[in-house]
């Protein structure tokens, strides 16, 4: 059974920086998307950013909120991923979250429904 395991969360001051990975096992598939994920006390899960490889180059997409401020990359492993945040703020305290799925690539519109494998979350918080 595939898992993902998250780890790098924790709390920072605002302005800070964080780096989260995530760890995939079981997961031997040459076609997948990896993706992360947020989810803040009584708010919807909120996609992030994904990794995936199209024609042996790797893409990169991000949401508006991660842009100029998140990195998403491969970690030294391959189906691990990390996720490089740096001037963080109060509203970036959540649950994040790994998500993987198989078979295609990632794409712009995707939500938390279209990724079949998910890991336990790690807790950010950013105080000001």
């Known amino acids: 059974q595939v898992q993902l395991v998250e780890s790098g969360g924790g709390s920072v001051q605002a302005g800070g920086s964080l780096r989260l990975s995530c760890a995939a096992s079981?997961?031997?598939?040459?076609?997948?998307?990896m993706g992360w994920f947020r989810q803040a006390a009584g708010k919807q899960r909120e996609w992030i950013a994904s990794l995936t490889h199209d024609n042996g180059q790797t893409l990169t997409l991000y949401s508006n909120s991660a842009k100029g401020r998140y990195n998403i990359s491969e970690g030294n492993g391959k189906y691990t991923l990390s996720l490089q945040m740096s001037r963080l703020n109060p509203e970036d305290t959540a649950v994040y979250y790994c998500?993987?799925?198989?078979?295609?690539?990632?794409?712009?519109?995707?939500?938390?429904?279209?990724?079949?494998?998910w890991g336990q979350g790690t807790q950010v918080t950013v105080s000001s």
């Open positions: 079981k997961f031997n598939y040459f076609l997948y998307c």
């Open positions: 998500a993987a799925d198989r078979w295609r690539k990632c794409t712009l519109t995707d939500v938390s429904s279209d990724f079949a494998y």
